[in-house]
């Protein structure tokens, strides 16, 4: 499978005005080869392919030479991402998505480029060097081995200027030793994750953590005029807070996400339409879902499971929250209301505990396993849930090669 290892760069100054060199050569090219095909399109009704745009390159070239500042390699990567834009584009149309056409790059919105393939065209020099082509020998914090076979590598970097190498390497899968611990988990606002076994993950609400020091240097920007050191200094202030609350918020999902794997046997969640989830609500409710990565928590959840030989299902999430675990009766209820009390059995638990038992209920039958005790107890096993497949975020089953089966 594949996997991604993050580090941080700690280039000179002489190497940031090289790398950031290599990122406006790429720009240039990205917002080109759009102009080029859009305008051959219109013109001509000719829809050039990737191909056609990479036997423009040498032609720019001798156009522009400070375009042979940049990679080449790194250029034709950069046309390998229009031409996925373009794809995906026609694939909205044809499904009858929102088309959003591709579009062109500012300064901004270009934060990365790609070595892709690993030809002795990057190299460690030391445990703390790595050697780029066109920029040299750069300072490099490896905090963790880089496993595997290295495929490409992308430097990438963040809004507050700072530069990280991204390797993707392919490794063995780690498969841990088989356990009958089954888990539903319903996700919330209030908690976190709710798990069927009744423990629970509280919210850590970072971004809440941290509103006020963003309001105060968002006030202290708004001060300044636009453009001078004092605002440019500012506007790094806030761009310096919010890339913190990001980190926790990743750090937060990662170890969440690990532990649940590492535990669990089956995780069963609820596919949620998050962005939909948004519309009609007030803007405090929004900032509170935004909050709460649990997108993130899912997508890392599904990839370590992969790795570890776990299963991951998600089940259709209406009606987890209204249904009785116990009996299976419809009890009709606000989001004010906290405890589930079904009048049918008589099952009175906490209204997120009874959700997950239903996530697990429904992730359960979509395997085709049968719990050895009613839906509203606990001890459900899966001695007889032998599937090692993993359900991505859309429904399909992904295999050991990471393929739609």
């Known amino acids: 499978m594949r996997k991604v290892f993050k580090y941080r760069l700690y280039p000179k100054k002489s ?9 406006d050569c790429c720009r240039w090219v990205y917002n080109k080869t759009i102009e080029v095909r859009q305008e051959t399109w219109e013109n001509q009704g000719i829809a050039l392919s990737r191909y056609d745009t990479q036997n423009m390159l040498p032609v720019w070239k001798d156009e522009l030479p400070w375009l042979k500042s940049g990679y080449a390699q790194s250029l034709q990567e950069t046309q390998k991402r229009v031409d996925l834009a373009f794809r995906s584009f026609f694939r909205r149309i044809k499904s009858g998505e929102k ?27 030391s445990i703390q060097v790595l050697r780029l082509p066109k920029i040299g020998d750069v300072k490099i914090k490896l905090h963790r081995e880089v496993v595997g076979i290295q495929k490409t590598l992308t430097i990438h970097r963040d809004c507050t200027g700072k530069w990280f190498a991204l390797f993707s390497c392919i490794v063995p899968d780690n498969h841990l030793p088989k356990t009958d611990s089954v888990v539903g988990v319903d ?15 509280d919210n850590p609400r970072f971004l809440k953590r941290d509103q006020c020091a963003i309001a105060k240097a968002q006030r202290q920007m708004d001060k300044q005029p636009n453009g001078t050191k004092r605002y440019l200094k500012n506007k790094h202030r806030v761009q310096h807070i919010c890339s913190r609350v990001t980190n926790r918020r990743h750090n937060f999902a990662h170890q ?4 649940l794997v590492n535990q669990h046997q ?50 259709d999430p209406r009606g987890t929250t209204q249904m009785c675990s116990g009996c299976g009766t419809v009890v009709p209820k606000d989001l004010s209301v906290r405890v589930h009390d079904c009048p049918g059995c008589g099952l009175v638990l906490g209204r997120d505990h009874n959700a997950a038992l239903n996530i697990l209920a ?21 001695t007889t849930c032998h599937r090692e497949n993993v359900m991505d975020l859309d429904g399909d089953y992904l295999g050991s090669d990471g393929l739609s089966q």
């Open 187 to 201: 996700v919330g606002i209030t908690t976190f994750a709710t798990l069927s076994n009744g423990a629970g993950i």
């Open 15 to 23: 190497q940031i005005t090289a790398l950031q060199l290599q990122l």
């Open 256 to 259: 969440e996400s690990r532990r």
């Open 99 to 125: 088309p959003g056409h591709p579009r062109f790059k500012s300064q901004k919105r270009f934060d990365s480029f790609t070595y892709p393939q690993n030809n002795r065209s990057w190299s460690f020099v």
């Open 266 to 315: 089956l995780l069963v969640f609820e596919k949620l339409q998050i962005q939909e989830m948004k519309h009609g609500n007030y803007r405090s409710m929004n900032r509170s879902i935004n909050d709460v990565p649990w997108d993130l928590f899912m997508q890392l959840c599904s990839s370590k499971a992969e790795e570890a030989g776990r299963t991951v299902v998600f089940v």
């Open 362 to 382: 429904r992730g359960l039958a979509s395997l085709g396993v049968s719990p050895k005790r009613p839906y509203g107890s606990t001890e459900v096993t899966a």
